[in-house]
């Protein structure tokens, strides 16, 4: 097997990747050890991925860390709780509600997003569209009656022109 084919064959990608197969994982590890050129085609690699990661990051919004961290502090407190209730028989165990459960499982983020400004935006777009096409609908059923209106008044009128002309020869 050449070396060079061996890394370009895409089974590197996939060892940093974490997909590779067991099988995969040792001959890489094996050929690794042997030659040099893939280890170093490995470190070169991870480094391009790391270098992809933090270019591709998003950073968080602020005061995240500060709820997260309070979060996993109420967590810790909770289960030194729990650890502290474990000696106590049952029936004197303070009961915990299921929202202090809930809330000691999961840590909640909040972050503002441009987006619900778009979307509060599309909706008064939505509105006036909605409302604009309801105007120009009545518009359209009050022209179209008017117009019904006069090609009867005009046949009327054709119906007495015929009359007058047929009356006056």
Known sequence: MKINEYIE??????????SASEQETKELLYLKAKHPQISEALKDLETDIEYIAQKMAVTPPPGTWLKIESNINEIIKARESDALTIDMPYQDRPRESSRTRKSSQFVEIEAESGHMRIRKIWRWIFAGVFLLGKIFLAC?????IENRHNEKEIDLLKTEIKNITANGR
Do not use: D, Q
């Open 140 to 144: 359209a059923i009050y022209f179209y």
């Open 9 to 18: 064959s895409g089974v590197l990608e996939a060892y940093v990747l974490g």
